[in-house]
C-alpha cells in the first residue's frame, strides 16, 4: 500500500466513526376531554356548553445547504392535515387530525448539517359556556425525545390557553398553560393537563381555547464538529501505523 493510499484510509475511517446524527422527536396534544359543573343547582336551568367552530393555522419552514422550503396552511373544521417541509431526508411537520385537540409537531434529521427549522401550529376551538356554568377541559401534552440525540439543542414548547370572546378579538387570558419540551431528557412522556372557565353570569358566554406547538431549531457548522471517541481515536492509531509501516517498506526497497 502506498504512503498517499494509506494516509486516505486513516483519514476516512475516522471520519466514519465521527459522523453525527441528531435523529428524531416529537410532541403535541392528546385526549382533550370537557366537563361541566354547574354553579347554580337549584335555579332550574341546566348547565352546559357547546363546540361552535374549530380551525387550524399551520406553519413550517426547513433551511439546509441544499435549499429552503416551506408551508403555510390554514385548516377550517376538523380533519387530518398536515404542513411539512422535506430536503435531503431531514424533515419538519405540523399537523391536526379530526380528533378535536389531537395535535402533533414532528421534526427527523438522519444527517446533520448546517440546518435552520421553525415551526409552529395553532389550533383554536371556540365554545359556548351556559350561564352560572363552569367549564373543566382536560386532556395530555405528550413528548417522543427517545429517538433524538440530546447533544442538538432545540427550543419546542406546547401552551394552551383559554381566552373570552370570539375568534378574532384579544383579550388577556383566563387560564394558561406553557410546557416547555426538555430535549436533554432523551425520554417519552405524558403529562396531564386542567383548565378551567367559569361563567356565573346570567348570560351565555363566548370563550377560545388556543392550542400552540413551537419549535425552533438552529445547527451552525461550527456546532457540529463532533468530539472524538475512543473508537476514532483507536482507528486514527491503526491507519498511522498503516502509513508508518508502508514508509519503512518504502524505505527498505530502495538501494543503498
Given at each position: 500500500?502506498?504512503?498517499?493510499?494509506?494516509?486516505?484510509?486513516?483519514?476516512?475511517?475516522?471520519?466514519?466513526?465521527?459522523?453525527?446524527?441528531?435523529?428524531?422527536?416529537a410532541f403535541?396534544?392528546?385526549?382533550?376531554?370537557?366537563?361541566?359543573?354547574?354553579?347554580?343547582?337549584?335555579?332550574?336551568?341546566?348547565?352546559?356548553?357547546?363546540?361552535?367552530?374549530?380551525?387550524?393555522?399551520?406553519?413550517?419552514?426547513?433551511?439546509?445547504?441544499?435549499?429552503?422550503?416551506?408551508?403555510?396552511?390554514?385548516?377550517?373544521?376538523?380533519?387530518?392535515?398536515?404542513?411539512?417541509?422535506?430536503?435531503?431526508?431531514?424533515?419538519?411537520?405540523?399537523?391536526?387530525?379530526?380528533?378535536?385537540?389531537?395535535?402533533?409537531?414532528?421534526?427527523?434529521?438522519?444527517?446533520?448539517?448546517?440546518?435552520?427549522?421553525?415551526?409552529?401550529?395553532?389550533?383554536?376551538?371556540?365554545?359556548?359556556?351556559?350561564?352560572?356554568?363552569?367549564?373543566?377541559?382536560?386532556?395530555?401534552?405528550?413528548?417522543?425525545?427517545?429517538?433524538?440525540?440530546?447533544?442538538?439543542?432545540?427550543?419546542?414548547?406546547?401552551?394552551?390557553?383559554l381566552r373570552?370572546?370570539?375568534?378574532?378579538?384579544?383579550?388577556?387570558?383566563v387560564s394558561?398553560?406553557?410546557?416547555?419540551?426538555?430535549?436533554?431528557?432523551?425520554?417519552?412522556?405524558?403529562?396531564?393537563?386542567?383548565?378551567?372557565?367559569?361563567?356565573?353570569?346570567?348570560?351565555?358566554?363566548?370563550?377560545?381555547?388556543?392550542?400552540?406547538?413551537?419549535?425552533?431549531?438552529?445547527?451552525?457548522?461550527?456546532?457540529?464538529?463532533?468530539?472524538?471517541?475512543?473508537?476514532?481515536?483507536?482507528?486514527?492509531?491503526?491507519?498511522?501505523?498503516?502509513?508508518?509501516?508502508?514508509?519503512?517498506?518504502?524505505?527498505?526497497?530502495?538501494?543503498?
Amino acid at each position: 500500500m502506498k504512503l498517499h493510499q494509506a494516509t486516505a484510509l486513516a483519514a476516512i475511517l475516522c471520519s466514519l466513526t465521527g459522523a453525527a446524527h441528531a435523529g428524531n422527536f416529537a410532541f403535541g396534544t392528546s385526549n382533550l376531554g370537557f366537563h361541566v359543573v354547574d354553579l347554580t343547582p337549584d335555579d332550574g336551568a341546566a348547565a352546559g356548553f357547546a363546540v361552535t367552530d374549530t380551525w387550524s393555522d399551520l406553519n413550517a419552514g426547513l433551511t439546509r445547504p441544499e435549499g429552503y422550503r416551506s408551508y403555510e396552511t390554514e385548516v377550517l373544521g376538523l380533519r387530518d392535515f398536515t404542513a411539512g417541509a422535506t430536503i435531503r431526508g431531514a424533515h419538519a411537520g405540523v399537523g391536526v387530525s379530526s380528533v378535536l385537540g389531537d395535535t402533533t409537531l414532528t421534526y427527523s434529521e438522519p444527517v446533520s448539517a448546517y440546518t435552520f427549522a421553525w415551526v409552529r401550529g395553532l389550533q383554536e376551538i371556540t365554545l359556548t359556556v351556559k350561564a352560572n356554568s363552569q367549564l373543566v377541559i382536560d386532556g395530555n401534552t405528550f413528548t417522543q425525545l427517545s429517538g433524538w440525540n440530546p447533544a442538538y439543542e432545540f427550543e419546542g414548547r406546547v401552551s394552551l390557553t383559554l381566552r373570552p370572546g370570539p375568534s378574532g378579538t384579544w383579550t388577556d387570558p383566563v387560564s394558561e398553560l406553557v410546557r416547555p419540551v426538555d430535549y436533554a431528557s432523551g425520554t417519552d412522556a405524558v403529562q396531564s393537563f386542567q383548565l378551567t372557565y367559569a361563567n356565573s353570569t346570567a348570560q351565555d358566554a363566548t370563550i377560545r381555547l388556543q392550542i400552540r406547538d413551537y419549535l425552533y431549531y438552529s445547527a451552525d457548522r461550527a456546532a457540529l464538529a463532533p468530539v472524538p471517541e475512543p473508537a476514532t481515536y483507536a482507528l486514527l492509531g491503526a491507519g498511522l501505523l498503516v502509513v508508518g509501516a508502508a514508509a519503512r517498506r518504502r524505505r527498505a526497497g530502495q538501494p543503498a
